[in-house]
């Protein structure tokens, strides 16, 4: 391989060069929550061992509806959302029967409203992270954390397993399962970088493993901020490159709502794997130490 040199800009001192295989470290890899489907089985099937008979027969039910469902929800929303599909789907039911007294649900309702059954419902295939929560069913970047988080706890007041651990009608099994869904959505739709990377999916952009930073100036800059992490000796020094990587992040979020506002999803894609950068650059911020040295494959 041909090694390419890039001269960084710096005052003071002789200029460090940037080989490509510096630059290779750099390479940003699809984040592992993008692979929807590969995760869902092992971390919401825990405890297909412990089951009767009869549990067991309704959790294969369960789990053959919920194999497909992020790729129901991704197959929807990109019909929905991209300009360059038209595919149309098929419109989802208003309720669903109860599995163990058959009375008509709400389709996202995680309890049964039969006030004799109540018991914990089956994972609804074919809904996104969004519904999950109580957000609009439409994908939307722009998200009120707040509510948010209010939302999130007031699932888990309701479904969570450690309520149902007594019970023996097979409902804590789903409780176990909505109660992981619950949690596995809000991480993703709280952070502005995995929010993102979730939106591509659903709208049929996803960052595939090649795709990384192109942008001669950008890649400098990013590795100008490692640089001066690196020369830091003072909390205050990093209090400043904070203070200036926290505007980038700002700034990257903001254009990232524009972008998603607008359906331009190629810029979406662009700003999301920016963003990873800046993410990167944060999290050598909150680790630094005076004289722990900063690992370059870590940013």
């Known amino acids: 391989m041909t090694t ?10 002789a200029t460090p060069l940037l080989s490509s295989r510096s630059l290779s470290s750099l390479t940003l890899r699809r984040p592992p929550h993008s692979r929807l489907n590969a995760t869902m089985s092992a971390s919401i099937y825990p405890f297909s061992s412990q089951l009767t008979t009869a549990q067991a027969a309704l959790f294969s039910a369960t789990r ?10 991704i197959s929807s929303y990109s019909s929905n959302n991209d300009p360059t599909t038209s595919t149309t789907t098929t419109k989802r039911p208003d309720t669903r029967p109860c599995w163990k007294c058959s009375t008509p649900v709400p389709y996202l309702a995680l309890q049964c409203a039969n006030p004799d059954c109540k018991v914990v419902q089956t994972l609804a295939p074919g809904v996104n992270y969004f519904e999950i929560l109580g957000l609009s069913p439409e994908p939307s970047y722009d998200v009120d954390l707040k509510d948010l988080r209010l939302k999130f706890f007031k699932i888990q007041q309701l479904i969570h397993p450690d309520s149902y651990s007594q019970n023996t009608n097979g409902d804590q099994v789903y409780a176990q399962q909505q109660s992981s869904l619950a ?52 909390e205050d020094e990093v209090q400043e490159l904070k203070s200036v990587n926290d505007g980038r992040i700002k700034d990257t979020v903001a254009g990232l709502s524009k972008a998603f506002k607008g359906q331009d999803l190629e810029q979406a894609k662009t700003l999301a794997i920016e ?24 940013v």
């Open 4 to 13: 390419t040199q890039v001269a960084l800009p710096r005052a003071a001192r």
């Open 183 to 234: 949690n596995k959505a809000y991480s993703t739709l709280k952070e502005p970088l995995s929010r993102a990377n979730y939106m591509l999916e659903l709208l049929g952009a996803p960052i595939h493993e090649t795709e990384s930073l192109n942008e001669p100036e950008l890649l400098m800059e990013v590795m100008e901020a490692r640089e001066l992490l690196e020369d830091a000796q003072t």
């Open 64 to 73: 053959i509806a919920s194999s497909h469902f992020h790729s129901s929800a």
């Open 275 to 298: 963003l990873q950068y800046w993410i990167r650059i944060q999290n050598v911020i909150r680790d630094w130490a005076a004289g722990k040295p900063v690992v370059a494959d870590h």
